[in-house]
């Protein structure tokens, strides 16, 4: 069984697409079901989550403003701490909501701190109905020297759903690790 690390950030916060105060956060949601079926699997299951230093506002619309904001002028903003021993792992899960029509700049700071050689990197993603909107080929991309594992892209909606957990499921039992 191959040592898996799964990372994730995820905003939560006021969702409009969700209709509601979204505490933990779809992708979070998405992350622990992920979690869950791979230590089912028998993996090794190490989970880190993205915090940035300076958090995110709550509303929606502030949210929107300073995500559009620092991807405009390609920031990378810090996130707390880090993962202990990168290499040890052979399969690094990394997931993100979609923010406007890309990945959070924090997951830029995240992938260009590590060195993929050699893993498999497996992206997954929660959007508002865009699905992953070409994230996933970036993720890749960034991850140089890893193989791609096929992705997941799962509405913030389904990741809090019944039906979201048997997808991840599925989609863990097609994975080749
Ligand atoms: C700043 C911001 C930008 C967003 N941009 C998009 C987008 O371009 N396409 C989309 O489908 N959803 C978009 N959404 C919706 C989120 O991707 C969706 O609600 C996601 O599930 C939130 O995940 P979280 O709760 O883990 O933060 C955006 C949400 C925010 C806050």
């Not at 939560?12 to 697409?17: A, I």
């Not at 993205?50 to 403003?65: E, F, G, H, N």
Request: aromatic share 10%.
């Amino acid at each position: 069984m191959s040592k898996v690390l799964v990372c994730f950030f995820s905003a939560g916060g006021e969702d409009v697409s969700v209709g509601e105060s979204n505490e933990l956060g779809n992708t979070a949601m998405m992350a622990q079901e992920i979690i869950k079926k791979l230590n089912e699997d028998g993996h090794s299951v190490t989970s880190f989550r993205i915090q940035p230093t300076i958090p995110y506002p709550d509303s929606y619309d502030q949210k929107l403003v300073k995500a559009t904001e620092e991807r405009a002028m390609q920031e990378r903003p810090e996130y707390e701490g880090d993962v202990a021993d990168f290499d040890d792992y052979d399969t690094v899960f990394v997931g993100f909501p979609i923010w406007c029509s890309d990945m959070p700049m924090i997951m830029y700071t995240f992938l260009e701190k590590h060195v993929f050689t050699g893993k498999i990197v497996v992206p997954f993603c929660t959007h508002g109905g865009s699905g992953e909107v070409d994230t996933f080929r970036k993720v890749a991309e960034k991850a140089v020297g890893s193989a791609p594992g096929q992705g997941l892209a799962m509405s913030g909606d389904l990741a809090r759903k019944p039906g979201g957990a048997k997808q991840i499921s599925y989609w863990i039992d097609q994975l080749a690790i």
